[in-house]
């Protein structure tokens, strides 16, 4: 298949009567809803004026997905082409169950015409707001190019399987080996002659990991443009103190690295979303976590929000495909909230 055809899968749920826990991942506010559209900022070698020095610099390009708020991210090494694939978003319809894959055929279409070979594809956490397009794109871009780019994510993701697998009724063969790289603190690892570095961040996930490649950040949920501050942590494993710590630990690094987010939202007072800014911008201007913020008063604020955070609309389905790294099962679960409701 080429690699712009989009492809549907139809998926049916199954009713479940497990209550509906508070599980939630959503973040700070809904995106606006929009037609799925991409943009793109690829930062070229000769054009980033913030990138260290050679040849730890990448090409980046931030792909945005409006319905959900994900950035994602292809970094690439200008020297051998090898690349990257960040939190790619499978498109999901929760009104029609409905999978399709305009979304990620964007990314293999840029990828395409950059001329990359994929030589891994990276997972900041398991997701619950929205699919990986992981698997797909594994599956296409092994049919396109000479070897199959294994899905790396932090090795603390079996936790986070166990629990979803249980929650969700999930067999263990179902997700047991679908990461092909299981990243601990500080493992470093090569995209081409880039070198790559795998930096622990939990708080919103246990699972959670940034990944430095040159002086960039890729810093999935752990925190967020500087007026929105940082994600929630009231996800299974999260924890307030421990997002502080992580942020704390991204904002120790020079001030001129940029921290590239996973998700950002729009509104009137800022209608264009924006990927990254410094380590410098983060410690003077981020709401919730700059330096004259203290631990406790953080974490005060961070569990007083998190209560009343509704849950992410695509919860069930996000976790159910993402503990198996993006294979879409022919059937999920949904949990049905009795209110306590009983004959
Ligand atoms: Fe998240």
């Not at 399709?100 to 015409?113: E, R």
């Not at 950059?114 to 929205?130: K, N």
């Not at 009137?268 to 979303?273: F, G, I, K, L, Q």
């Not at 998190?306 to 999920?332: F, S, T």
């Amino acid at each position: 298949m080429a690699v712009s055809d989009n492809r549907t899968i139809r998926t049916n749920h199954a009713a479940a009567t497990m209550p509906l826990q508070r599980l939630d991942h959503r973040h700070l506010s809904a995106p606006k809803p929009g037609r799925l559209s991409l943009s793109t900022q690829a930062t070229s070698p000769s054009t980033d004026k913030t990138a260290s020095k050679p040849p730890d610099k990448p090409a980046i390009h931030s792909i945005y997905e409006p319905k959900t708020g994900t950035w994602q991210y292809i970094v690439a090494d200008p020297s051998t082409s090898a690349a990257a694939i960040i939190d790619p978003v499978l498109d999901y319809d929760p009104a029609t169950h409905e999978i399709s894959t305009n979304t990620a055929d964007a990314l293999l279409t840029l990828i395409k015409k950059e001329g990359y070979t994929v030589v891994v594809i990276l997972e900041t956490h398991a997701h619950a707001d929205h699919l990986t397009a992981a698997s797909y794109l594994q599956a296409r871009l092994t049919q396109e190019q000479a070897q199959t780019p294994p899905i790396g994510i932090g090795a603390d993701i079996t936790k986070v399987q166990q629990v979803f697998g249980q929650k969700y009724g999930i067999p263990a063969d179902e997700y047991s080996g679908v990461f092909g790289r299981l990243f601990r603190d500080n493992e470093v690892f090569a995209i081409g002659s880039l070198s790559a570095v795998a930096i622990h961040l939990p708080g919103h996930t246990p699972d959670h990991m940034g990944y430095r490649i040159g002086d960039n950040v890729f810093a999935g949920d752990s925190i967020f443009h500087t007026d929105l501050g940082t994600a929630r942590t009231d996800f299974p494993g999260g924890d307030a103190a421990s997002l502080f710590r992580s942020a704390r630990r991204l904002l120790s690094l020079p001030e001129h690295v940029r921290i590239w987010v996973g998700h950002d939202y729009p509104s009137e007072m800022r209608a264009t979303p924006v990927s990254s800014v410094s380590v410098g911008e983060h410690r003077q201007e981020n709401k919730h976590v700059k330096l004259d913020v203290a631990e406790e008063e953080f974490v005060k604020m961070r569990n007083c929000r998190d209560e009343g955070l509704p849950p992410p609309k695509l919860i069930h389905p996000a976790l159910q495909v993402n503990v198996r790294a993006g294979k879409v099962p022919p059937m999920l679960k949904v949990p049905v909230e009795r209110n306590g409701v009983e004959w």
